[in-house]
């Protein structure tokens, strides 16, 4: 009741939807600056990733490949010379017979020809392998702000 002018106010019972109406324009306007931005495709220079790291028990046989598509294997012995085909599935076959489940990870240079990591892919599956994975390394702070 009003004090001054002895009259009762009437109950209003509209919403005011015009500030809903703001917040709904702008959040409009963000959607539709952001959502190009998360279908284009970004640049990413392969090796470098974010995924998780692996943390097995023990550290997993790797496959080396050379700018220059060298093969290295880091079984048996004279572990820093090259490794000619048959000696990779030879090795590697000899672990798989160990243990069938065996993760083995390609660890292959940035500027290394792709043909040269698909030919050690089949001297893997050659072996009987059926794990394979690739080593890589998580972008610096540089690589992610520019």
Sequence with gaps: MDVHTGKRR??????????Y?????V??????????LLTQGVEVELPKTEANPITPEKEPITLY???????????GEHTSEPVSDDDIVRRVRA???????????ISADKSVQYDYVARGMSLLQQAGV??????????SRKDKSG
């Design 27 to 36: 959040l409009l306007v963000i959607f539709m600056i952001t959502a190009p």
């Design 95 to 105: 672990v798989m017979n160990n243990n069938p489940q065996e993760l083995i990870l």
């Design 21 to 25: 109406i703001d917040v709904m324009l």
């Design 10 to 19: 009437r109950l209003s019972s509209d919403i005011n939807v015009v500030p």
């Design 130 to 139: 059926e794990k394979i994975g690739f080593k890589t390394e998580p972008p």
């Design 65 to 75: 490949i050379n700018a220059r598509g060298q093969l290295f294997l880091d079984v």
